[in-house]
């Protein structure tokens, strides 16, 4: 694509003054309008070395309100290092009506000499924010090697920017064919329909500076004329179960299972002792674990978590509680609270409800469109999966009790002052859709148990039986991978 | 995924018996309006070894118009093997209105020790067909380790069935945990929205037959309840070039190249010579080569071509003219009648006129749709890659003229009697469509330039100038991969 580029495209400094100052007033005006349909921007300067990329974002941003952009860079900070590698990246896209700009992004992931992502990876990644509403720019910055050249050496000769210039830099333009070609390929395998390339055009900064922000202009425009014909055109979904055929995951569960107190005490008192050890040796080893907790409503999360938190080191783990989100989550993509909340290295994170949600409450109550849930399986699989691959141990329990059990348990609730706290009229009106409740669950255990990231199905009808079982397969799976 | 199926699920035979009669009914039926609609269907069987593939295709079909069907099998073919690995589905996939049953299918290329496709390939490759209003419905036929053995003794205790069994069955059998997890995984990573699994429990043969019968119902139904509607859903589409701001590559070309007679006529020879000799190689090393040439009206395609051919071995290369399509490649996907004529390995295949009338004529005339030919730079460029891959050598040429040299060219043709069925009326409209074209060249050539099928742009206002061009091209091309 590059190679076949004509570089040489000019602008004479009145004709730049002229045109930037229509498109300037024709921007901000835009930017106040894609605020108010909610719409979140991303912009990502990629290019070769000197291509001018700080002064273009500089340049870009001039119109704009500073209240509704943030401009990001890509050192990677120390939190950063303890993460997988998408999180510094998902934790900084816009909410909606709001514009981010990158300067480099996660394509510099594809770049390095031992790629930390794919091609795949990438398109998965943006195709997520472009299905849930974001606009996504990428604007490629080229420049020919002998311009690179004469601002390398332009560079090092004044005093105030010789630190400038690297030996890095220098590389780049001695082996310009060989980035070139790498720019290349990373640009065909990742020009998307939903998130093309721009290639900008940089020998000329005033021409390159009006083209970004004509690109800008161009887009925000088509994404508000879209916005206002309301048409939101969704990937269609295929239904594929025929009723009756289910594959049934929790119809084949046998609940009687049971632990007498003493089984249970000596069991406990055993695996909270080597989970104790495997705290230590996590830290130490620099191992993040995500535990993720599903159930249903009374089905004894909070009492597992209880007994698996009660022997770790508090400064190395901690407990998110999910509900409803609050407005600033709602304002971005429904996984990012999650990527927020995600452990660093050597730490433990437990999920008292999780990103399921998507496929069971928000599936059940509307609050996702069908095309929405269907696609989050997917969603799902890939960020556990990118997880798993940064050397995260994702272990995911379904804490399963029958309907006979679960009415009971409301009952002692309401009958017990101390815990009526517990109950309230959501967890009946929840009850009254356990069939389709049933249906959600059974489809998500199918469709997102993985090799990397599996679903342990705990029978839980017996408290002391369950909570050993959530021990236990902690312990297990931790020994796994760390003994 | 697969681990948390309950295998057990049953069906008597009365039931079945009662249930297989109406469905039958009514899948006779649904066939019949998807033809009438146009709807073409996949469905591929995939699953254990002895999970009963056979006998469930069998009896799938039977209520089915035999007329509106067909049944493939993947041992390749001889023919297979000389081509691309999905060159023996893409040419098997149904036209308009037809179901194609596959007997395993392209997932094996995933399943074998190395595997020769990615899942990120597959998903693409179902994509395009799904994009294009295909149903896929994928079916994966589970049995259990234990099941599996004992059909295999029973196979093997009878004569007649004895051969049926081989040691392939066996050693999945004593590996089926390996399997399951190895079938698990290609699951996970291609469960698309758009083409998802449907896991069947196959332990019980009436049970499996009814929930097979009954998901290809479920999809017709679903299929043609869309069709009703008229709800074409696209997947959006990015306005991403500002007016004014295209990256040129035509622009830049400079067309003042000129040969004299003498030394086109020296050169000529040469590169015959040469190419003659590459001719050879080129089956001897059963290396296959696709040579593609686009251009201007008049821009001089069928002139190159003669001169290559002139001296190829006419056993050894195709030229395949390119027109609007028939009505049974219309019924197709775009790529099919381009696909059935990609060369076997160790043989030449010239295209006058490509694929690339997608993104060109069928743009400018509206004949494909913005989301359909915004798409197809992709589907391209992997059918492409795809191609490069196994080893093919993919050389494009756009025969590049300018408005001036059509006009004399034009002009001749209608002047010169023995030229006159060279030039229609055809060619008058579609010049004055120039800039359009101009356009779409552009940003074709831009989009599709790869490392693996590069694009060259062939100065071709002079006629000696540009057949040297094409030869000399296509002589080190060669050279470089043969020699």
Redesign the interface.
């Known amino acids: 694509?590059l190679?076949?580029?004509?570089l040489?495209?000019k602008m004479t400094k009145e004709d730049f003054k002229e045109k930037m100052e229509v498109l300037e007033i024709k921007a901000g005006k835009l930017q106040r309008e894609c605020r108010e349909a909610g719409i979140p921007i991303m912009i990502i300067f990629e290019g070769f070395r000197a291509a001018g990329k700080g002064n273009l974002i500089n340049q870009l941003i001039r119109p704009l309100d500073p209240r509704g952009f943030q401009v990001f860079t890509t050192v990677p900070t120390k939190e950063d290092e303890l993460h997988p590698y998408f999180w510094r990246f998902f934790t900084k896209t816009p909410p909606k009506g709001r514009i981010h700009l990158f300067d480099e992004s996660w394509y510099q992931g594809l770049l390095s000499k031992t790629p930390v992502v794919?091609?795949?990876e990438v398109n998965q990644f943006e195709k997520q924010f472009?299905d849930d509403g974001n606009?996504i720019?990428k604007l490629f910055l080229c420049i020919s090697k002998k311009e690179q050249k004469k601002r390398l050496e332009a560079l090092e000769k004044e005093k105030a920017s010789k630190w400038r210039v690297s030996k890095e830099d220098w590389k780049e333009n001695k082996a310009y064919e060989e980035w070139l070609?790498a720019y290349?390929?990373m640009i065909?395998h990742t020009?998307?329909?939903?998130?093309?390339w721009?290639?900008v055009?940089a020998m000329n900064r005033e021409y390159a500076s009006?083209?970004i922000l004509?690109?800008l202009?161009?887009?925000m425009e088509?994404a508000l004329a879209?916005k206002k014909e309301g048409k939101v055109?969704?990937?269609?979904?295929?239904?594929?179960?025929?009723?009756?055929?289910d594959?049934?995951?929790l119809?084949?569960v046998e609940l009687d299972k049971v632990l007498t107190r003493e089984e249970y005490k000596e069991k406990r008192k055993n695996l909270q002792k080597r989970l104790s050890v495997l705290h230590n040796k996590i830290y130490k080893k620099r191992v993040p674990v995500v535990l993720a907790f599903e159930g249903w409503d009374a089905g004894g999360k909070g009492g597992a978590i209880k007994r698996l938190t009660e022997c770790l080191d508090p400064r190395g783990y901690e407990v998110v509680p999910v509900a409803s989100p609050n407005d600033i989550e709602k304002a971005h993509h429904y996984l990012w609270r999650f990527w927020e909340r995600m452990p660093k290295a050597g730490h433990i994170t437990i999920f008292d409800r999780t990103w399921y949600g998507r496929v069971l409450v928000e599936r059940i109550e509307g609050f996702a469109s069908k095309?929405e849930w269907?696609?989050a399986?997917?969603e799902i699989?890939d960020m556990e999966e990118h997880l798993a691959k940064s050397g995260c141990i994702v272990l995911k329990f379904w804490m399963h009790i029958d309907k006979d059990e679960q009415e009971k348990r409301f009952t002692l609730r309401q009958e017990t002052p101390e815990k009526q706290w517990k109950i309230t009229e959501e967890d009946w009106r929840n009850r009254a859709k356990w069939d389709d409740y049933e249906k959600a669950v059974d489809e998500m255990?199918?469709?997102t148990?993985?090799?990397y990231a599996p679903?342990i199905?705990v029978e839980a009808n017996d408290k002391l039986y369950a909570r050993f079982k959530v021990l236990e397969t902690v312990v297990e799976k931790l020994e796994e991978v760390l003994l």
């Open positions: 694509m190679e076949k580029i004509d040489e495209k794919s091609y795949d472009t606009v720019i070609s290349d390929n065909v020009d998307t329909p939903y998130a093309p721009t290639v055009e009006c083209k004509s690109t202009i161009s887009y088509t879209k055109c969704e990937e269609p979904v295929n239904d594929f179960e025929p009723e009756g055929f594959n049934g995951v119809a084949g095309a269907k696609r399986y997917k699989n255990v199918l469709r148990s993985t090799d679903w199905i």
